[in-house]
């Protein structure tokens, strides 16, 4: 189980060495006129969507998410009233093999068009400003995810937002299965927030919400185990309908590794 150590009211520290910033948002606001990829860099980005082949959701690879007149759709877009980055994920969608639930969702890549598959060993980050829009039951918002390194495909971390305005985090026990939820914050559905999640020195998990932080001990059963980072709208809830689900809005989307 990773045990909390918990110290409210602190912000992570900036990393120490070389800091490489791999994808924001713009600086001002974003513009609405634009896809996504005009106001966010999303050449570390492959977008999965909640289409496709029962079994195998449709991929769109970060060369066609980039650029002002890039990628988007009824799954991905860019909000006409305030530029927001948004995804939307139905409770009835084509989903992966090793899931129930579908999603609008951003995997984390290299530059070269690689999947990112880095050691916990460094820093790395992930942060985002967002808001859920609409959820039906809860959606996770961001994940660290288990790359190569055995034969588990369990992430590592999820964070969930639920309908009731609870932020919540997951952490996965073991490879194997097995997760333990911590409730975080609380932000009333449609409101503005903030997230970082991160890890140090290789055996520590740092998630700070809206300014808080709290820190979570990394189980050894996971060292051998490579990590990548998701962010979007990864619906928590199935059935038959293609109106409810859950759509999630980001103003501001970074990832950076040292």
């Known amino acids: 189980m990773i045990r909390p150590k918990v110290r409210a009211g602190m912000t992570l520290t900036a990393v120490i060495g070389t800091l490489v910033v791999l994808s924001t948002g713009t600086a001002g606001a974003a513009d609405p006129t634009k896809a996504p990829g005009g106001n966010f860099d999303l050449g570390i980005w492959q977008l999965q969507e909640p289409v496709g082949s029962?079994?195998?959701?449709?991929?769109?690879?970060?060369?066609?998410?980039?650029?002002?007149s890039g990628f988007q759709d009824s799954y991905f877009y860019t909000d006409t009233r305030d530029g927001a980055m948004t995804f939307w994920a139905p409770e009835?969608?084509?989903?992966?093999?090793?899931?129930?639930?579908?999603?609008?969702?951003?995997?984390e890549m290299n530059r070269s068009g690689s999947a990112a598959n880095w050691s916990l060993s460094g820093s790395h980050k992930l942060s985002a400003t967002l808001r859920v829009v609409s959820?039906?039951?809860?959606?996770?918002?961001?994940?660290?995810?288990?790359?190569?390194?055995?034969?588990?495909?369990?992430?590592?971390?999820e964070l969930y937002y639920h309908s009731n305005g609870d932020i919540v985090l997951g952490t996965e026990n073991s490879p194997s299965g097995g997760q333990t939820a911590h409730t975080v914050g609380h932000v009333a559905i449609g409101k503005t927030w903030t997230y970082s999640i991160a890890v140090s020195g290789g055996n520590t998990v740092d998630l700070t919400v809206n300014g808080s932080t709290t820190h979570y001990s990394i189980p050894s059963s996971f060292f051998p185990y490579k990590q990548y980072f998701k962010a979007g709208s990864y619906n928590q809830s199935s059935s038959?309908?293609?109106?409810?689900?859950?759509?999630?809005?980001?103003?501001?989307?970074?990832v950076a590794h040292s």
Do not use: M, W
């Open 54 to 68: 029962p079994g195998s959701p449709t991929t769109i690879s970060s060369a066609r998410l980039q650029g002002a």
């Open 92 to 107: 009835k969608g084509v989903t992966t093999p090793n899931s129930n639930y579908a999603r609008s969702e951003l995997r």
């Open 135 to 157: 959820v039906t039951s809860n959606v996770c918002v961001g994940q660290i995810h288990l790359g190569t390194g055995g034969t588990s495909t369990k992430p590592l971390v």
């Open 240 to 254: 038959d309908s293609t109106t409810k689900g859950a759509r999630v809005a980001f103003y501001g989307l970074t």
